[in-house]
């Protein structure tokens, strides 16, 4: 049985795969008279020559623990933002890349106020709300032409928070 472990989200535990983006313990300056906090820099958008980015909005259909994972996708171009909208955990799953397939799946929780900046060319899986249906702002590149890469597993992982 393929298993992984859910770990805790944190700058230091996802620095490999991409950036956290959480306000908490962030510098910030005050604009607009000051009632405005701009926290800058959170994350950078990482795309190939000027390929145009967008913000989207998705709407996911939450998960119930365990998650049986049965692929992980790619973007070689750019970089993918996740933001929630509503507050609501989300399940992120990584993979490191050896001889062009994922390799070590590790997993991570997000305590509804984080949200996460993929870095280019890192297997991942997919949006994935825990337990209740999320909405999410997401920052990538507007073109998917050549833009993804999809690696199915012959055998399932299964996701939980303990083994």
Known sequence: MNTVK?????????????????????????????????????????????????FS??????????IHLDFVERHPLASQGFMPLHYKKFLITVAEEYNDEPVNLRA????????????PNVWHGVLCPVPERGRFL????????NNLQIHKFEKPFIIDWQF
């Open 108 to 119: 991570f929780m997000t305590d509804g106020m984080q949200g996460i900046n993929i870095n």
């Open 57 to 66: 909005i998705f709407e996911s259909e939450g998960k119930q623990l365990p």
């Open 138 to 145: 997401v920052v990538d590149r507007l073109e998917t032409n």
């Open 6 to 54: 859910i770990e805790k989200l944190t700058n230091k535990t996802f620095a490999h795969f991409g950036d956290v983006i959480d306000t908490r313990s962030r510098n910030y300056e005050l604009i607009n008279n000051e009632r405005c906090r701009k926290f800058s820099g959170l994350s950078t958008v990482k795309v190939q020559n000027n390929d145009p980015i967008a």
